[in-house]
Nanobody, 116 residues
Framework: QVHLVESGGGLVQPGGSLTLSCAAS????????LAWYRQAPDRQPPDNQR????????????MYADSVKGRFTISRDNAKNTVFLQMNSLKPNETAVYSC?????WGQGTQVPVSS
């Protein structure tokens, strides 16, 4: 059975940094790749839709949404079967629930409020 568990969320001030983790079990993330998405359900459409943030492919190639390029870094620890999302210079409008996905399996998400 596949499980993804996100952690590392929490309140951060604007301009601050945070690192999220997505620990996988039941599946090898280095063989399947993994992506991060975020969703802010309290915002007005279409900003309340789930949005792509970053992905790391089985080969280790990384891709990012334009809005986070240069500030976010996705990485992987194969030994721990865990993917990380390092987020720098966070903005208030990036307040969201951040979730990871591999194949069709989603984690439960971790909340990241960006506020002073």
């Amino acid at each position: 059975q596949v499980h993804l568990v996100e952690s590392g969320g929490g309140l951060v001030q604007p301009g601050g940094s945070l690192t999220l983790s997505c620990a996988a079990s039941g599946i090898a993330i280095n063989a399947n790749g993994l992506a991060w998405y975020r969703q802010a359900p309290d915002r007005q459409p279409p900003d309340n839709q789930r949005a792509f943030v970053a992905i790391i492919t089985p080969s280790g190639q990384t891709m990012y949404a334009d809005s986070v390029k240069g500030r976010f870094t996705i990485s992987r620890d194969n030994a721990k079967n865990t993917v990380f999302l390092q987020m720098n210079s966070l903005k208030p409008n990036e307040t969201a629930v951040y979730s990871c996905i591999t194949l069709r399996y989603w984690g439960q998400g971790t909340q990241v409020p960006v506020s002073s």
